[in-house]
């Protein structure tokens, strides 16, 4: 088994997690922040699919600059979401499918403008970067959900709110 089937692996119980996570969410809350810091319910959940998406689109590209290479999401509702989790999906695989090993131990630099933020394999990139990230983020999703009383799944083990 080679990296390639390690992502696949990866990227399916990761978008499997995401995708029970939308399941429980619906447009009522979109707006809802925490925080006058937080992002919105939306803001947030739109980021974690934008994420998921970056296996395809940033990692394509040797030199990923926010300056140049990035417009942020302005999805506007749930199903969408999921719609675009699920077409993400299906274009990460067939990514991941078109690239060797040696693919992913290339060199990968994320920048804003002339500045360097990180710069590591591709492979670092996608666990680091996208993975990582994404993870995190679908954490806090989590809180802002038990926040407003809606019903957590399981994603690493049982939850409280399913039985």
């Not at 990035?70 to 499918?97: R, W």
């Amino acid at each position: 088994m080679g990296i390639k089937a390690g992502l696949l692996a990866e990227i399916k119980h990761e978008t499997h997690n995401t995708r029970r996570v939308l399941d429980n969410l619906n447009d009522e809350h979109w707006d809802y922040k925490p925080h006058e810091k937080s992002m919105t319910l939306g803001q947030l959940a739109s980021h974690i699919v934008e994420l998921h998406n970056w296996t395809h689109l940033a990692v394509t590209k040797d030199v990923f600059d926010f300056h140049t290479d990035y417009t942020p999401p302005k999805t506007a509702d749930v199903e969408t979401l999921k719609t675009e989790l699920e077409s993400g999906l299906q274009k990460n695989n067939e990514f991941i499918n078109s690239k060797t090993d040696d693919f992913w131990l290339t060199n990968w630099i994320l920048k804003a403008g002339t500045h360097t933020l990180s710069e590591m394999p591709k492979l670092g990139a996608f666990r680091y970067i996208i993975t990582n990230h994404l993870i995190h983020h679908r954490g806090q999703l989590t809180v802002y959900m038990r926040m407003l009383n809606i019903p957590l799944p399981g994603i690493y083990g049982p939850s409280a709110d399913e039985k």
